[in-house]
């Protein structure tokens, strides 16, 4: 059992990694990742990157949620996609704050 908590974990840990260094690749600022395994039941990660325009923030949203499908990461939920200075992507043990700088 203890095996199987370990795999999910470190493939939680893997996914929050590829999303942080996807926000640095499309330009995203103030990229930060918490491990909240100690902290928090409700998920393991939470990745917080700042963008420059609602446009990139959707951009990233739409490729994030398309990798984390391939990668059997699919998003659980999203919320603020048509605000337009957030977004939220709940990945379940991922969670992913986007929002524009002010």
Known sequence: M????????HDARQWAIEVARLAEDRNCED?????LRQAS???????I???SS???LKSL???LERLGKKKAHKVWRVAG????DWIVM????????LFTQP
């Open 54 to 56: 609602s446009r990139l």
């Open 31 to 35: 990229i930060l990742a918490l491990d």
């Open 61 to 63: 949203a739409d490729e």
């Open 2 to 9: 203890t095996k199987a908590i370990d795999k999910t974990s």
């Open 49 to 51: 990157a700042s963008g």
């Open 81 to 84: 996609r048509d605000a337009g």
């Open 41 to 47: 039941p409700v998920t393991e990660y939470f990745v």
């Open 90 to 97: 709940d990945f379940v043990d991922v969670v992913v704050h």
